[in-house]
């Protein structure tokens, strides 16, 4: 067994993670060890193209590919939940849309009890991750780590669907992450040159050389290491060799929604029933570990397009794929080089919110699958991706042994809330309501899915329950807050146990009104700044 001490440990190199790892590397005063489970990554060529994300999404290679439990809301489906297991974690396999959310999903954090976090506290940690040529300098930032750049209108089919959306009544909006998200726009990505940018690259990258920050891959955390309520270091396995590491100041756990709320149940903290079901000492009650999950779920609703080269589905196969391999090997421009969801619209439901409560996402192609590999079809036509913003419905994440090998159970109660119920129905009429509008309307086909059958409520949500999928955004499961079934504080310390904090997509108490790998990289900014703080409060009362 060898056993190292570092300052600090982090526990994953993900969105968040990876962010830590650079920041608490970057004075050179302290010594940093990130353990990243999955692999280095480089060598996947896959996560550098951004079309490569039908190559990634159910990869097992550099993708944990959990499924969830069967639940009622999705027809007792085994839906897939994909999950980066590579340098950079999700990062380095998402869609690479670039969504910050709403003021008031912030604002109401903040209203939760959590101090610092509010929209105007966050603000400035979204302007200086981030290096966007477009928006206002009032809310967006220049020259940050983090490239993100505006998809490109290459067929003319974006600019007829802005405009049908102008006539139901949806505004172009130049900036989503500006002043404010209602209304319709080309996607913001974390794509720059045609190469995505995951944190691996665009933060792990700059920091490898620095002598104090040491990068462990394939290194399994299998749980953390407790000296009464003192979190000192944490038990890993690389190729199957146990090892140990020692944290003098802290342990980040950054592995996750998924994996945090689990290692944190393998190391003795959470429900003492369950716990002591499988077997493990209880070292700290905490209920609230792997509750609260929420996540997007999503009908894909699909349209024929009648007009030849309007969407990828002509650019993706034969002839015209070899050009535009070429084009993307020559100039890294084309659809190779783009989000596979490059247009969105922001919308609410009903009168009287004070914000969009849903947002519709357009693939502009229609994608099958052969066997596990998915491709882009023959059939010309767009899918759309269904979204209710801050989905209520909540479920749970769970070991279902002490193997840490073993996946836990993902159990998500989709469609349990009755405002998931309605607001799903609403906004996938309103898809069918902007495909009907013109000009877009003049290239549209048919409606393959759900298809014109489907009219009633019912009928509406008996499909969703059969067909929809996730969009990838659990989060919740290590809840920041103060009530009863909260995990981490504030400063997201776990509560009652000194030096370990989660710093990852699980612990937001509600879901961002997007995606949310633009949410996890601030919460990785924003728990740097506070280990760094206290880190040198602490030096500095060493020294008095
Ligand atoms: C297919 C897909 C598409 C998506 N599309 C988008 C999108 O277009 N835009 C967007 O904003 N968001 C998108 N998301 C969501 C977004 O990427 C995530 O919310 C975000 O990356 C989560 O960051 P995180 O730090 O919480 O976790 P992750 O980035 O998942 O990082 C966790 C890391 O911890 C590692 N780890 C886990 N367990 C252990 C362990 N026991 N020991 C050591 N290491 C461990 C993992 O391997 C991983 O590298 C997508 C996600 C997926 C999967």
Redesign the pocket.
């Known amino acids: 067994m060898e056993a190292n001490t570092y300052d600090f440990i982090i526990?994953?190199?993900?969105?968040?993670?990876s962010v830590l790892a650079n920041r608490l590397s970057a004075s050179g005063d302290y010594r940093v060890l990130c353990?990243?489970?999955?692999t280095e990554g480089s060598n996947y060529i896959w996560s550098r193209i951004p079309i490569g994300?039908a190559k990634?999404?159910d990869n097992p290679a550099v993708?944990?590919c959990y499924s969830c439990e069967p639940d009622e809301g999705s027809g007792q489906r085994r839906i897939e939940v994909?999950?980066?297991?590579?340098?950079?974690?999700?990062?380095?396999?998402?869609?690479?849309?670039?969504?910050r959310g709403q003021r008031q999903d912030y604002d109401h954090w903040a209203q939760l009890g959590n101090r610092g976090w509010s929209y105007q506290d966050v603000l400035p940690l979204f302007k200086m991750m981030e290096s966007y040529e477009g928006g206002s300098d009032e809310f967006r930032g220049r020259d940050g780590l983090l490239k993100v750049t505006d998809s490109p209108q290459i067929t003319p089919f974006f600019e007829k669907l802005i405009q049908s959306a102008e006539k139901i009544g949806i505004k172009r909006n130049p900036d989503y992450n500006g002043a404010e998200q209602e209304g319709i726009a080309m996607t913001q990505a974390?794509i720059n040159k045609g190469r995505r940018q995951s944190?691996a690259y665009c933060y792990l990258d700059p920091a490898r050389g620095r002598p104090n920050l040491t990068i462990e891959t394939g290194?399994?955390?299998?749980s953390l290491i407790l000296e009464g309520k003192r979190c000192v270091g944490v038990r890993?396995a690389v190729n199957g060799q146990a090892r140990e590491a020692r944290a003098t100041r802290e342990l980040i756990v950054?592995?996750?929604?998924?994996?945090?709320p689990?290692?944190l149940e393998l190391s003795g903290i959470g429900q003492p029933d369950l716990l002591r079901e499988h077997g493990i000492e209880v070292r700290h009650e905490l209920p609230g570990v792997g509750e609260n999950l929420r996540d997007h779920y999503s009908p894909r609703m699909r349209f024929s397009i009648t007009e030849k080269d309007a969407t990828f589905n002509d650019k993706g196969r034969g002839w015209k794929l070899v050009r535009e391999v070429m084009n993307y090997a020559i100039s890294r421009k084309g659809f190779m080089a783009m989000?596979s969801?490059p247009i969105r619209m922001y919308f609410r439901t009903r009168e009287g919110l004070d914000s969009p409560d849903a947002t519709i996402s357009v693939m502009p192609f229609l994608a099958e699958r052969v066997n596990r590999e998915r491709r882009i079809a023959r059939q010309r036509g767009v899918t759309m991706n269904i979204n209710v913003l801050r989905s209520d419905s909540r479920g749970s994440i769970h070991i279902k042994s002490t193997d840490?090998a073993e996946p836990p159970a993902i159990n998500f109660n989709f469609l349990s809330s009755e405002l998931d119920r309605t607001g799903v129905i609403i906004a996938m009429r309103k898809g069918r309501e902007l495909m009907a509008a013109s000009p877009v309307s003049d290239i549209v086909g048919e409606e393959l899915a759900p298809g014109p059958a489907y009219q009633t409520d019912e009928e509406l949500l008996e499909w969703v329950r059969n067909n929809a999928e996730t969009?990838?955004?659990?989060?919740g499961t290590c809840k920041m807050g103060q009530d009863a079934m909260a995990v981490v504080d504030d400063q997201l310390r776990v509560h009652g146990i000194e030096g370990l904090r989660v710093?990852?997509?699980?612990i937001m108490p509600t879901l961002t009104s997007?995606?949310?790998?633009?949410?996890?990289?601030m919460?990785?900014e924003k728990c740097s700044v506070m280990v760094l703080a206290a880190a040198e409060g602490a030096k500095a009362k060493a020294a008095a």
């Open positions: 526990v994953g190199a993900g969105s968040a993670g353990l990243e489970a999955g994300v990634l999404i993708n944990w994909p999950r980066g297991k590579m340098l950079g974690g999700s990062s380095s396999i998402n869609g690479m849309v670039f969504v974390t944190t290194a399994m955390a299998a890993y950054s592995s996750g929604s998924i994996n945090s689990k290692l989000s969801v840490p969009t990838y955004h659990p989060v710093a990852d997509a699980s997007g995606n949310t790998n633009a949410p996890s990289i919460i990785g």
